[in-house]
């Protein structure tokens, strides 16, 4: 149930980026925004762990922060993936997409999904 819910959470968070960006994010609709978010939480589960064992190395470097590029790599995937009904303009973009999508969810995350219980 928590994923059905993160994932129509990642649709409407990509509505609404592709309604800020219109020139950088292209949706034809909400469908293949639900659509770009189960495909993005399937990479996550399957790809994402793959690509942060091969790329250890730089994210211990980094501190971390060599995340947001591996999740801006599963946004770019997400995109070759779907075809036109999802794109995003450049690589750039995507790391920015994955910075802010990053935030809200974890704002999400700790105060409406799992708040903390005194």
């Not at 993160?6 to 219109?22: D, W």
């Not at 060599?66 to 303009?89: K, P, R, W």
Request: aromatic share 10%.
């Amino acid at each position: 149930m928590k994923w059905l819910l993160s994932c129509l959470i990642n649709a409407v968070l990509f509505m609404a980026l592709a309604g800020y960006f219109r020139d950088s994010i292209h949706l034809t609709g909400f469908f293949a925004a639900l659509q770009a978010s189960i495909l993005l939480s399937i990479l996550n589960i399957l790809v994402r762990p793959i690509l942060i064992l091969f790329t250890l190395p730089a994210t211990i470097l980094t501190l971390g922060l060599f995340l947001f590029v591996i999740n801006a790599i599963t946004l770019e995937m997400t995109d070759a993936l779907m075809g036109s009904a999802f794109d995003i303009s450049s690589f750039g973009m995507a790391m920015l997409i994955s910075i802010i999508m990053s935030g809200v969810n974890l704002v999400i995350q700790k105060t409406i999904l799992n708040p903390k219980k005194d």
